[in-house]
C-alpha cells in the first residue's frame, strides 16, 4: 500500500477561498434538506395522491438530466463560479416564490409543478459548477482532503437537515390560521424561506471566494453551446482512462443504487416492520459514508498498487458483502454490513471526485464532470426501476446474491479485459 503526497490539513484552512467555500456550502447544503423534506409533504399534504408526488419529482429529475450537459459547457465558456453564482440568485428567486405561494394558501398544483421544473432546471446548471468549482479554488494536491471535507459536510447535513426541517414544519405548523387552511402551511412555508435564505448567505460567501485565474474556458468559449457539448464527449472517449473508468462506474451504478435505494427499505419492512428498522439501517449506511469520508480526508492518497486497482479491489469488497444481507433475519444482523459497505463507498467516493478534477484538462472540467453526474443519476433511477420489477418475481435473498456476484464479475471481467488496472493518480493534462 502507498500514499500519494498532499499538504496538511491546517494549511488547507488557511486558505480564506477555502472557508467561504465550505461555509457557503455547508449552509446551502442544510437549507436543501428543508425543501426535500417540505416538498414532498406540501403535495401530499394538498393531493393524498403519490402518483401526483412522483410528478414533482419527476418534473425536477428530468431538466435536470436532460440538460446538465449543457450546464457543464457553460460552466466551461463562464467559470463555475460565475455559474454557481447565477443559480443561486435564481434559486433564490424561486424558492422565495414557493414560500409566498404556499404561506397565501394557494392550493394551484400547476403552479407548484412549473417551480419544481424551473429549480430542477437550475439544478442542471448548479451541479456541474459546484463539483468544477474546487480547483479553481485550492492547489491540486490538496484536492483529496477538500473534496473529503466538502462531501462529509453534505452526509452530515443529509442527517441533520431533515430532522431540524421537520422540527421547523411541525413547530411552525401548530400556528393555523384559519380552519380550512391547508394544514402545516406555515410551516412548509417556513422551511422554503429557510432554504431561500441558505441560498441568499452561500451567495454572499461564494462572492467572497477568489479563484484561481482558469486555464481552460478561454478554448471553449468560441464555441456553440452543442458544439461544446460534443467536444466535451468526444474528451472523454479520447481518453483511454476516462473512457474505462466511466463505463466502469455505470456498471457498477446499475447494480449498486437500485438495491441500496429499493432492496434496503424492502429489507428493513421484512426484519423489522417498522419505520425504525429502516431509520437504524439507514443510518449503519450513512455513518458508514461519513466516516469512510473522513477516513479519506486523514488519508487521502493511500492507494493499493494505484488508482485503478483500489477501485477494484474495494468494489469487489463490497461486492462481497451484499451477498449475506439477503440472509439476515434480524436488524443488528445488517448494520455492520451496511456500515461497511458505506465505509468502503464513502472513500470510493471522494476518491473518484479527486482524481477526476486532477485529471481532467481544465478547459473540460465542467463539461467532463457534468457527464460524470449525468452517468450517475442516468443510471440510478433506472436501477430502482429493474429492482422494482425484479422484486415481484425473484426474492430479497436472490436479488442481494445476484447484485454483489454481478458486482465482483464485473471487477474481474473489468480488471481482465480492460486496462483499468493500469490506470494511475496522473496530472491533469495541459490545456
Not at 38 to 61: E, F, I, K, N, S
Not at 75 to 80: A, C, G, I
Request: with cysteine; charged share 10%; net charge positive.
Amino acid at each position: 500500500m502507498k500514499a500519494t503526497q498532499e499538504k496538511q490539513g491546517p494549511s488547507l484552512f488557511a486558505s480564506a477561498s477555502f472557508r467561504w467555500l465550505f461555509g457557503g456550502a455547508l449552509i446551502s447544503q442544510l437549507g436543501d434538506q428543508f425543501t426535500m423534506i417540505a416538498l414532498p409533504w406540501l403535495v401530499l399534504t394538498l393531493t393524498g395522491d403519490t402518483l401526483a408526488l412522483g410528478t414533482v419529482m419527476a418534473l425536477m429529475a428530468v431538466p435536470r438530466a436532460l440538460f446538465i450537459l449543457v450546464g457543464g459547457a457553460l460552466v466551461d465558456r463562464f467559470s463555475p463560479k460565475s455559474v454557481l453564482l447565477l443559480t443561486k440568485h435564481v434559486n433564490t428567486a424561486l424558492l422565495g416564490a414557493l414560500a409566498l405561494v404556499v404561506f397565501f394558501d394557494c392550493r394551484s398544483l400547476w403552479l407548484i409543478d412549473g417551480l419544481a421544473l424551473a429549480i430542477g432546471l437550475a439544478t442542471a446548471f448548479s451541479l456541474p459548477a459546484a463539483t468544477s468549482i474546487m480547483p479553481h479554488v485550492v492547489p491540486r494536491e490538496w484536492l483529496g482532503k477538500a473534496n473529503g471535507i466538502m462531501m462529509g459536510a453534505r452526509q452530515l447535513s443529509m442527517f441533520l437537515g431533515p430532522l431540524f426541517a421537520g422540527v421547523l414544519i411541525a413547530v411552525f405548523g401548530q400556528g393555523a390560521k384559519a380552519a380550512d387552511a391547508m394544514p402545516d402551511s406555515a410551516g412548509v412555508a417556513a422551511a422554503f424561506a429557510v432554504d431561500a435564505l441558505s441560498f441568499i448567505v452561500s451567495a454572499w460567501t461564494l462572492s467572497k471566494v477568489v479563484t484561481r485565474d482558469p486555464v481552460g474556458p478561454v478554448a471553449a468559449v468560441k464555441e456553440k453551446v452543442w458544439s461544446a457539448v460534443s467536444s466535451g464527449l468526444a474528451y472523454v472517449w479520447r481518453d483511454a482512462s476516462l473512457r474505462t473508468c466511466f463505463c466502469y462506474w455505470a456498471a457498477v451504478a446499475l447494480f449498486i443504487s437500485g438495491p441500496i435505494q429499493v432492496a434496503i427499505p424492502v429489507l428493513a419492512h421484512e426484519v423489522g416492520s417498522s419505520a425504525s428498522a429502516l431509520g437504524m439501517l439507514a443510518g449503519a449506511y450513512g455513518a458508514g459514508s461519513l466516516a469512510g469520508m473522513v477516513a479519506s480526508i486523514a488519508r487521502p492518497g493511500l492507494r493499493i498498487i494505484g488508482f485503478g486497482a483500489t477501485i477494484l479491489l474495494l468494489d469487489g469488497v463490497i461486492g462481497l458483502l451484499f451477498v449475506p444481507l439477503g440472509l439476515i433475519r434480524a436488524t443488528w444482523q445488517g448494520l455492520p454490513l451496511l456500515l461497511a459497505i458505506g465505509l468502503l463507498g464513502g472513500y470510493l467516493q471522494v476518491m473518484v471526485f479527486s482524481w477526476l478534477q486532477r485529471r481532467i484538462k481544465p478547459s473540460m472540467m465542467g463539461r467532463t464532470m457534468a457527464l460524470f453526474m449525468f452517468i450517475m443519476m442516468g443510471v440510478a433511477p433506472m436501477s430502482s426501476s429493474v429492482t422494482g420489477w425484479l422484486l415481484r418475481s425473484i426474492s430479497l435473498r436472490a436479488l442481494f446474491a445476484y447484485s454483489g456476484c454481478l458486482l465482483v464479475l464485473i471487477v474481474l471481467a473489468t480488471a481482465v479485459l480492460s486496462g483499468m488496472r493500469s490506470v494511475t493518480d496522473a496530472a491533469a493534462e495541459s490545456p
